[in-house]
């Protein structure tokens, strides 16, 4: 069946119907949320200092996640952006070391890396935030349950408790929030391999690590265990890491990744995994023999969905398993919603909190509000670091309806004149040429090219080159090919 689409007119007029046809039906809830991540415990909270009574469920709390365990704060916090970005700062010490010897600092006898310590401290730190996320919720009068949580009714929870036992709440709204996880091809040996949950909670130091995969999870940790040095190769198989990201990027991103001692093999897959007496014995895709302590597979997520009981319900899923939903992440069931990685739309954490933001002012605001996911940026973590907003040269060319302007400025950063490390930076800007707007330029207002040129950059400083590119690198007429200076 066909879900519809509704308009603002047609929301407004739903929810009082809603309201209308409710009026001697009591709830447990007004909005009872499923999963209390970034996007749940967002929307639960709003929803809340809307004037709405709300709920939230949440699996008890452990770092690697499973069926039964997870944990207030969810991915990003527990198994995540977080703990990950803390383990780039400690990757990324490794190479400063390196550089510090020609800025003067003479070190002498060898430098240790103690995983345990910085393991120790990334646990409290996310132990941490957990509690502050409670505070949070509990601050602004939402209910919080432990345990799992499934859709019984278009208005109606049940909750698995930690001794067994349900429970069943009503809810005049209900939310779903519950996130992905990853998942690992079935290659043979595959039980062998960790993702990248339990990548974050290693207890030994890998010091020879595969990773599997193309994506920037693949190449953050692919950074992180050479910076911290450990033999490390990535398989991937494209050309060039990061499928999606900009051409010319990618291929400067490659060329970091091998600078820092990291080896690369394109258009390689993995053919089964062995274990033996010396580690985990790796066949590839061409036959060729590896041997690591482990094999890290990062090769997506997938919608948390499995166990919610929506098919039942009648909730509209599509392939995949992710929640269908329209503009206002509602879903078939006027009742039901769904927001973040579960609906597999953009999977960033400040894309499921505009989501969440947006949900709270439609359903108990008052103001209908569509998200927006136009020029929504985001960075890879690897080291160095890749950032990017707005259209790859690539999807430019696909869209321009005239030609296209790329400026761009390739430079050996001060820092590595000194220290002697061979690193290049380069700063990307695209611009359509009839309207001298920047396609790629982190600015809703839409600021032109003109307006950067006219800007006074902060010297000296890697960031002036963005209004400092006078001269085009190369014009793309309309309907041509990209063309990079690869």
Known sequence: MARKMLSDGELNKAAAAGEEATTETHYDFDLFVIGAGS??????????NNGAKVGICELPFHPISSEE????????????????????????????LEDARNYGWEINGNVDFNWKKLLQKKTDEILRLNNIYK??????????????????????VEVRQIDGTKISYTAKHILIATGSRAQKPNIPGHELAITSD??????????RAIVLGGGYIAVEFASIWRGMGATVDLFFRKELPLRGFDDEMRALVARNLEGRGINLHPQTSLAELIKTDDGIKVISSHGEEFVADVVLFATGRIPNTKRLNL????????????????????????????????????????????????????????K???????????????IPPLAVVGLSEEEAVEKATGDILVFTSGFNPMKNTISGRQEKSLMKLIVDEKTDKGIAIALKCG????????????????????????????????KAKPQTSL
């Open 368 to 382: 209908p509000a569509k998200a927006d996911y136009t020029n929504v940026a985001c960075a890879v973590f690897c």
């Open 447 to 478: 600021a032109t090219k003109a307006q950067f040129d006219s800007t006074v950059g902060i010297h000296p400083s890697s960031a002036e080159e963005f209004v400092t590119m006078r001269t085009v690198t190369r014009r793309i007429a309309y």
């Open 69 to 96: 365990i997870g944990g207030v704060g969810g991915t990003c916090v527990i198994r995540g952006c977080v703990p990950k970005k803390i383990l780039v700062y400690g990757a990324t010490y490794g190479g400063e």
């Open 311 to 366: 098919e039942a319900v009648g909730v509209e899923l599509d392939q995949a398993g992710a929640v269908k939903v329209d503009e206002y992440s509602r879903t078939n069931i006027p009742s039901i919603w769904a927001v973040g990685d579960a609906t597999n739309r953009i999977n960033l954490t400040p894309v499921a909190l505009m989501e969440a933001t947006c949900f709270a002012n439609t359903v108990f605001g008052g």
């Open 198 to 207: 339990e990548a974050l909670s290693l207890e030994e130091f890998p010091k």
């Open 135 to 156: 505070r949070l919720l509990a601050n602004a009068a939402v209910k919080l349950y432990e345990g799992e949580g499934r859709i019984v009714g278009p208005n109606e």
């Open 39 to 48: 996007g749940g415990v967002r929307a639960a909270r709003f929803s809340a």
